[in-house]
């Protein structure tokens, strides 16, 4: 797709890190985009984003909704594996913010899912207490006016079970927005 980076150096720490740019999958017109945090291993060695066991979640999650893994986007804050699957720097995330604004105005979509405190925080510009805000669709300034709704990262429920209720609730309030436009939820806009 056009707003895939072949080719970008900005990140000292994750050029080292990184055994290659990992862009985002799926549809050019998907209404949903699912926006990660940054590739971790099984993606750096894959070029894919959420294939390891994050990845597992969520398409199990996507089907429980009623979605497929290849309706949707999926993309991430930052393109490049951070070394020891640290959380990406403000300097990271601000460098690999211009190739995600590109990959939004190109995808136009209905709904971004911020899966998790790093996208869910990167997009809204404020922090966010993401497991109360699971589940609410927010309006941000990404150019244009976007909404954003605030999902628990899928590895969370990994760790603790009582957030894959909170998951999968907020991945049914996002299969309402694909397909319908969202036009029958407008109002939480
Ligand atoms: N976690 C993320 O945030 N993104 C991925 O691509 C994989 C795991």
């Known amino acids: 797709m056009d707003c895939d980076?072949?080719?970008?150096?900005?990140?000292?720490?994750?050029v080292d890190s990184r055994s290659r740019i990992v862009n985002g999958v799926g549809p050019a017109d998907a209404d949903l985009l699912f926006v990660g945090?940054?590739?971790?291993?099984?993606e750096d060695e894959h070029g894919e984003p959420f294939v390891g066991r994050s990845g597992d979640v969520l398409d199990e999650g996507l089907r429980s909704a009623g979605l497929a893994r290849a309706d949707v986007r999926l993309t991430n804050c930052v393109r490049c594996r951070p070394p020891d699957n640290r959380d990406p720097r403000a300097s990271?995330?601000?460098?690999?913010?211009?190739?995600?604004?590109?990959?939004?105005?190109?995808?136009?979509?209905?709904?971004?899912?911020?899966?998790?405190?790093?996208?869910?925080?990167?997009?809204?510009?404020?922090?966010?207490?993401?497991?109360s805000a699971a589940g609410a669709v927010h309006e941000a300034d990404l150019d244009t006016a976007r909404r954003v709704l605030v999902?628990?990262?899928?590895?969370?429920?990994?760790?603790?079970?009582?957030?894959?209720?909170t998951f999968e609730s907020a991945l049914v309030t996002a299969a309402d927005y694909a397909g319908d436009g969202g036009q029958s939820t407008f109002g939480d806009f």
């Open 37 to 42: 945090e940054g590739p971790g291993e099984h």
């Open 151 to 165: 999902c628990v990262h899928p590895a969370a429920t990994l760790y603790d079970r009582s957030q894959a209720e």
């Open 92 to 131: 990271e995330l601000g460098n690999c913010r211009g190739h995600l604004r590109t990959e939004l105005a190109a995808v136009d979509p209905v709904l971004v899912v911020a899966l998790g405190k790093v996208p869910a925080e990167h997009l809204l510009g404020r922090e966010v207490p993401v497991t």
């Open 5 to 14: 980076v072949t080719d970008c150096e900005r990140c000292p720490a994750l």
